[in-house]
């Protein structure tokens, strides 16, 4: 592989990292960047690519809330709660809180995979382009600012915790999360942190809610891509395109590791403004650049 695939591959990891979580569209970005500076791989492998190099960043929510996520109450996890004093509600080997949490997110997930998979070579079609995406990260931009200027600024948050979000507070989420799964651009977790924030989600919990509905919609979705392309091509891969997607997808874990927490310290403090005149200027420029 020549040296400037590698670092293309190393620089397309640390995009996605970075803009998996934070609200400023991850897709977009990729898009955007494989338009201006694009890896000399196959069409079909680049459409698997961009969405299999996701599971770098969907590795590292899973070891950074394990034992959030983690749904079974194994013996050195009721030892450590009973030495808080705190009890451990079970049903049968599983965490109460645990699973209650998994079927929301499942419930959160259903619409964007029922037109993921009916609808995913069509969307593909009509909106995986620069010209869309740059019209979504504008729209959401503004979105982002009025909705931080209004609601976020004068509404105090209702539900902190995620034991406090309710089935139907999880449709509605799930319903803006479908946004980002039509229109590359939008951004998975600035829609659903952006719905969270206006249902009375704080900004904390909206965010770590949307970490979480990434575990499935991420590991369905590159399933999803890799079926496709090995149907398409079969196992066709290149040496060289085995190493972007390995060099990829390490380089997007770890640096997801760092931005996650950079996120969650910063929202503590912050709103989500700057993001929102980031997506504007982001996609005034694009929209300049390709007329």
Known sequence: MEIIEFLKAVLFGIVEGVTEWLPISSTGHMILLQHFMPLKVSPEFWKMFEVVVQLGAI??????YWKKLWPFATKKYKEAME????DVEQIGVFKLGAVDMWIKIIIACVPAAIVGLAFDDKIDELFYHPIPVAIALIVVGIAFIVVESTIGKNKKPTVTKISQITYKDAILIGLFQLLAAVFP???????????G???????????EFTFFLAVPVMFGASLLKMVKYIAEVGFAFSGAEVMILIVGTLVAFFVSIVVIKFLMSYIKKHDFKVFGWYRIVLGALVILLLR
């Open 59 to 64: 590795v590292a929510v899973v070891i950074l």
């Open 83 to 86: 030495h808080k004093g705190k």
């Open 185 to 195: 651009g939008t951004s998975r977790s600035g829609a659903t942190i952006v719905g």
């Open 197 to 207: 924030v206006i249902i009375g989600l704080s900004r904390g919990l909206a965010a």
